[in-house]
């Protein structure tokens, strides 16, 4: 393998890995930007993520091949996908484009910076490979781990501080500090008496059997919706569906249907 | 003794502040401080003047200076105070005539609440006429100048309650202050051609003669015709006379005040001061003279047509200010006797204002001469002070205007050639629409049968002597209306007392003096004898009766109003009104189009900030792309 | 095969995520997109790491990834808290730099 590493051309093994999953990673990514919901285009990331994995071991990156697999995969991509869980699917999932030419510009500099990308590469005529046989002669993780703690070690001790200082941020910033005292179910009672408004409990959504679901919101006796029915999260995240019409919708249907198939009678009718 | 020159100022200065700060604990005797310091002034005068007389005539020129007011590179403008005989006889005049008029005022202005503030402009009148001449410069001379402009719209708008005051007083503001840029100018175009406007190296002095002849006869024409229009301003020649007659709104004193000691006289210094430089351009000097005798005609035949006693004495003195510009531009000829002919109208023209005020203050304040006559038998001194005024005014031989008048016309025929006798011819008409229109007015008011009637409220008139504090000043000026003349006159006295400083030189007369004379005595008798059969032999009526065209248009002062509303305010009014347009649309149009194509680009522009983030990455992630193409090109190059 | 394909592969992944950062409106895809550029960056690092025989491309890869790490974190701490106070994780709701 290390002969490989230093050929100028790789093996044919190495070529039919590339080809095969270059195409998984180019799939993946463009999956990761065009799927609707954010959990899709997360697990395309994440395949993406091990394909390059894959890459790094292929290239003689073995410690980074893992980390990317550990880290990348298996911590981070985690992570996005808590917050995927959090926040939900919002009305922002949609891939309708609101500013208007974004898109087309966008696809325009995108086109337009692959091109140049493309060209630079192919422009640098890059021809010798020198290979990572000497370099990792001695283990790849011994050798970096050599140059980390002395050529690079100023630059490791800052991305520790850098990671130390994340944590503090992050944990600053999803931290909410409580003012008061969380009140009680009794107190919570006790004001909903003396405001004199939603004294019982609040209705439950799903109004008929046929709906009986915590996302569709109860109807009044006049037949429109109460938002009130519903839980405040999916209120919030605007995901209510709305039921009120469906029996007219269902009736006009079936209206329509019926109509058509007097209308095909009746051009047969005529033919004949 | 020069020390006391800014004494002569600085009394009635600070009568002014004092009476106008003082507030109304100096009511009571405001009056009294006024007067005061008016007279304190008029006695330093005197002192200087027993002093000036003791010294030999060229030594009598005496200088102060007080401080460097503004020095800025060669720029040198000082606070210094020359007083020479020309200065001397105004001062004398103005402190003399106008003590007199305070004493007069303490009387006349009993009944006016406002009285302190009266004498504080009076004082203020008499502190700025003073500092105008006796300024040693130009500038200095045109801080008075204003000063006198501020303190005449102070006095003529003094009853500001009455609209038609406020707006006399406006007129008269405004119509001087086409006059106060001609002086302006003509202080600006001093200093570019010779850099200095001081009197000493300027116009000379004893011995050596003045830089003003050193320039092309073209700047100095330019000077001239600068300062003749800012002495038409001050003296209410033509073309800016008209807010002499308006300025009859003031109290009676003010109009004494005006066209007896300060004011008007101050065209006519400016112009006798200035010698030097109109005796080195001849075109402006002959321009000085037109506009003297035209303002001769023009106030002589508006003076005939008034029946309002002040306004028939206002287009006397326009006349008789014209007579002395007429003088003061005829050159060395004529400026001795335009100022002599200025003191002795002093004398008489006070003495007939303050007379006519007397008979105002006798008649309930009617000024309308249809309604006096026979007021002979109810005022008997204002009667004889009034009628020694007329016949001094006149020329009745032996009076003051005689020696005076008498000597302009001289010196206008000796102007020689054809303007010489123009000139002289009109100012021999001068003399006998003078007497016209003078006998009128004595006629009309102190002979025939009384007139009077009782006013929409039913007050009649009742006739009476004035106090003494206005008689005696009357008696005091009548004293000088008979007699000044004759005590100049005699050994020429006043000719030597002036010639150091104006100089003098006999014109080539192509008449005698004689024959002038008597040409005058006959103009005296016609002018006088047809004003005698016009009112003296038949009953005047109490309402104007139509008049013919002259007379409707001398009422309306020759139309000079409406001339100049129809010139100058409709004309102001459409060039104001196209450069309206022009900077409306074409401005405006510029500006504005300017704006609205910016504000267009602007809007456009706005839209690339519509606040997406994903919208500046686009820019963002173009604008990498533009770098990475430059990279690359620059390394194919 | 010449191994300067996968620097192709590498220069395809960016632009598709960079693309990606533009078209979605949904900050956790766009974040994603990013943490895509990034790893193509990373394969482009590893890349040249061979080409030039010495480990230091590797390196800089394994920095970018702590860096990365420390960036999601933070990142999506900003992401839930906008949440919270916006009740959207749309990218497009804080456009609030309009005039």
Redesign the interface.
């Known amino acids: 393998m290390t002969a490989n590493l230093a050929a100028y051309s790789t093996s044919t093994g190495e070529a039919f890995q590339f080809w095969v999953l270059g195409t998984v990673a180019v799939i993946g990514a463009l999956c990761t930007v065009f799927m609707r919901k954010a959990v899709h285009s997360a697990l395309c990331l994440a395949g993406t993520m091990i394909v390059l994995a894959v890459f790094y071991l292929a290239n003689g990156a073995y410690f980074l091949g893992i980390v990317q697999i550990v880290v990348y995969t298996g911590a981070i991509m985690m992570l996005f996908l808590f917050v995927v869980m959090l926040v939900g699917v919002t009305a922002a999932d949609s891939l309708k484009e609101t500013i208007k030419g974004q898109r087309w510009l966008a696809l325009l500099c995108g086109l337009g910076f692959g091109i140049l990308l493309f060209a630079g590469i192919g422009h640098a005529s890059i021809q010798d490979f020198d290979g990572l046989a000497k370099a990792n002669a001695g283990g790849n993780v011994e050798g970096l781990a050599a140059l980390i703690f002395t050529k690079y070690v100023f630059a490791f001790e800052i991305t520790g501080a850098l990671l130390i200082t994340a944590t503090i941020g992050a944990m600053v910033l999803t931290h909410r500090e409580r003012t008061e005292r969380a009140r009680t179910q009794r107190e919570l009672s006790e004001q909903r008496v003396r405001e004199g408004k939603h004294v019982p409990p609040l209705p439950a959504p799903g109004v008929y059997a046929r709906h009986n679901a915590v996302d569709i919101a109860g109807l009044l006796p006049d037949g429109t919706p109460s938002e009130l029915t519903v839980s405040k999260t999916l209120r919030d995240r605007g995901q209510i569906r709305d039921v009120s019409a469906d029996a007219l919708r269902d009736l006009k249907a079936l209206e329509q249907r019926a109509e058509e198939r007097l209308e095909r009678t009746k051009p047969e009718e005529a033919s004949k | 003794m020069e020390n006391l020159i800014a004494l002569l100022i600085a009394a009635p200065l600070l009568g002014a502040a004092v009476l106008l700060c003082g507030g109304r604990r100096l009511d009571a005797v405001g009056q009294w401080i006024g007067t005061v310091l008016a007279a304190a002034s008029f006695v330093v005068a005197v002192v200087l003047f027993a002093d000036m007389l003791g010294k030999s005539p060229e030594d009598r020129t005496f200088t102060q200076h007080l401080y460097s007011w503004i020095a800025v590179g060669n720029f040198r403008a000082d606070v210094g105070f020359q007083l020479d005989q020309l200065s001397m006889t105004f001062v004398l005049l103005i402190t003399g005539v106008g003590s007199l008029i305070h004493v007069y005022s303490i009387g006349y202005m009993e009944h006016d609440e406002r009285r302190r503030r009266f004498f504080g402009y009076l004082n203020l009148f008499l502190a700025a006429m003073l500092l105008l001449v006796l300024a040693d410069n130009y500038l200095l001379l045109y801080v008075g100048w204003e000063g006198v402009g501020l303190a005449s719209y102070l006095l003529i708008g003094f009853w500001q309650h009455k609209p038609s005051a406020a707006t006399a007083a406006k007129k008269a503001f405004l119509v001087n202050r086409v006059g106060d840029m001609g002086l302006s100018i003509a202080i600006m175009l001093m200093f570019t051609t010779f850099g200095t406007f001081a009197f000493g190296p300027l116009l000379g002095t004893e011995g050596h003669p003045g830089i003003a002849g050193d320039a092309t006869e073209g700047k100095l024409t330019a000077i001239g015709l600068m300062l003749l229009l800012a002495a038409c301003g001050k003296s209410a020649q033509v073309p800016l006379q008209s807010w002499l007659g308006d300025a009859m709104e003031g109290p009676t004193p003010v109009s004494a005040l005006i066209h007896a000691a300060t004011m008007v006289t101050a065209g006519v210094y400016l112009i006798v001061r200035s010698a030097a430089v109109f005796n080195a351009a001849p075109d402006a000097q002959l321009v000085v003279t037109v506009v003297g005798g035209v303002t001769l005609l023009f106030g002589a035949i508006v003076g005939c047509a008034k029946d309002d006693i002040k306004k028939a004495l206002a287009g006397s003195t326009m006349s008789q200010i014209g007579y002395m510009v007429l003088a003061a531009g005829l050159g060395p000829i004529g400026y001795v006797f335009a100022i002599m002919h200025l003191v002795t109208h002093g004398f008489f023209k006070a003495g007939l204002f303050l007379g006519a005020g007397s008979v105002m203050h006798g008649m309930n304040d009617e000024v309308d001469m249809r309604k006096f006559g026979g007021l002979r038998k109810y005022m008997p001194v204002t009667f004889v002070t009034f009628g020694l005024g007329y016949l001094a005014i006149i020329g009745f031989p032996g009076l003051s205007g005689f020696f005076s008048k008498d000597k302009i016309i001289e010196a206008a025929f000796a102007k020689g050639g054809t303007e010489g006798w123009i000139l002289g011819g009109v100012a021999l008409l001068g003399a006998a629409i003078t007497a016209y229109y003078m006998t009128r007015v004595m006629i009309m008011t102190f002979f025939g049968e009384k007139r009077w009637q009782p006013d929409a409220e039913g007050h009649e008139p009742h006739p009476h002597e004035s106090p003494s504090s206005m008689t005696i000043p009357m008696i005091v000026l009548a004293f000088g209306s008979v007699f000044a003349g004759g005590f100049f006159s005699i050994g020429d006295r006043f000719l030597h007392w002036l010639e150091p400083v104006t100089g003098h030189s006999e014109g080539d007369s192509p008449v005698s003096a004689l024959t002038v004379t008597l040409a005058t005595m006959v103009l005296l008798v016609v002018g006088a004898g047809i004003a005698y059969l016009q009112y003296g032999r038949s009953s005047v009526p109490v309402t104007a009766p139509r008049g013919s065209l002259l007379t409707r248009a001398a009422r309306r002062d020759l139309y000079q109003d409406d001339f100049n509303h129809v010139v100058l305010v409709r004309g102001g009014e459409h060039l104001t009104r196209s450069l309206v347009y022009v900077d409306h649309t074409l401005v405006d149009g510029v500006v504005n189009g300017t704006a609205a194509s910016v504000g267009g680009l602007s809007g456009r522009l706005r839209k690339l900030q519509n606040g997406y983030a994903r919208s500046y990455a686009v820019s963002m992630f173009g604008g990498a792309a533009i770098l990475v193409a430059a990279t690359l090109l620059m390394r194919a190059v | ?9 590498a ?19 766009v ?3 990013i ?2 550029m990034l ?1 193509a960056c ?2 482009a690092f ?2 040249f ?8 491309g ?2 800089i ?3 970018t ?10 990142g ?6 906008l ?1 919270r106070s916006r ?13």
Not at chain 3, 76 to 81: E, F, K
């Open positions: 095969m010449n191994p300067v394909n996968y620097l192709y592969l220069a395809l992944l960016f632009t598709i995520g960079a693309t990606g950062v533009l078209i979605r409106r949904n900050a956790i895809v974040f994603m997109c943490e895509l790893n990373n394969l590893v890349v790491s061979r080409m030039h025989g010495n480990l230091d590797q390196i890869a394994f920095f990834m702590v860096v990365a790490a420390a960036e999601v974190v933070v999506l701490a900003i992401i839930v808290s949440f009740h959207s994780a749309s990218v497009d709701d804080a456009s609030l730099m309009k005039l």
